[in-house]
């Protein structure tokens, strides 16, 4: 047991080493500012990033980008995805939506706001080896770590991580990307019915 003695004189001491440095801090403030020095720069006056508010209801939804299959919305919360640095976006997922099985560069953190989101990982979709996260359900996925995602239901999530965001799928052929570049093979109707008529 120790000595209530030793124990005020402990207390006594921090006391007073608190309150020397209160006094400093004081004193500092209270001196006045050298003829050169600039004021201080008020947080209207940063031009750093800003404090942002969002309800789900406010947001500005626009199509995912190209890298991913279409049918998704996206809205940017902070930040830009396509460049260096930190972002987060909620992304809009209709019901049966699948991301085929892909990674990114990048650490990716994925939170589910609503609905009901399928992920697992490997280089196959596959439903029953996938964890479903509901509303506050969360994902880390390292760099690297190849994984897939389905909506059952429409399901909004929130990803947050390091930009530049990349998608780069296990099997190319899933790539909407390339899909979208690819000349169309199959004649449409109508140049099926001219060339009949010729």
């Excluded at 006391?15 to 440095?21: D, F, H, R, Y």
């Excluded at 006056?45 to 209801?57: C, E, F, L, R």
């Excluded at 609503?114 to 596959?126: F, Q, R, V």
Aim: hydrophobic letters at 40%.
């Amino acid at each position: 047991m120790v000595h209530p003695t030793l124990v005020r004189a402990v207390t006594a001491a921090l006391c007073a080493t608190a309150m020397a440095g209160i006094a400093v801090a004081q004193d500092k403030a209270k001196a006045p500012a050298a003829k050169d020095a600039k004021p201080a720069a008020s947080p209207a006056m940063d031009a750093g990033p800003k404090h942002a508010v969002y309800n789900v209801s406010e947001l500005k939804w626009g199509d995912a980008p190209p890298s991913l299959p279409k049918g998704a919305k996206v809205a940017v919360l902070n930040g830009d995805p396509g460049k260096a640095g930190g972002f987060a976006i909620m992304a809009k997922f209709p019901a049966g939506y699948t991301v085929p099985p892909h990674f990114h560069s990048q650490d990716e953190n994925v939170t589910v706001i609503s609905g009901n989101l399928m992920m697992g990982t490997g280089d196959k979709a596959d439903e029953k080896a996938a964890h479903s996260l509901k509303a506050g359900g969360y994902s880390f996925m390292p760099a690297k770590t190849h994984h897939f995602a389905m909506a059952k239901g429409e399901t909004v999530i929130q990803v947050a991580g390091q930009g530049p965001f990349d998608v780069t799928y296990i099997n190319p052929a899933d790539d909407p990307r390339k899909a979208a570049a690819a000349p169309s093979a199959a004649p449409k109707k109508e140049e099926k019915k001219e060339e009949k008529k010729k």
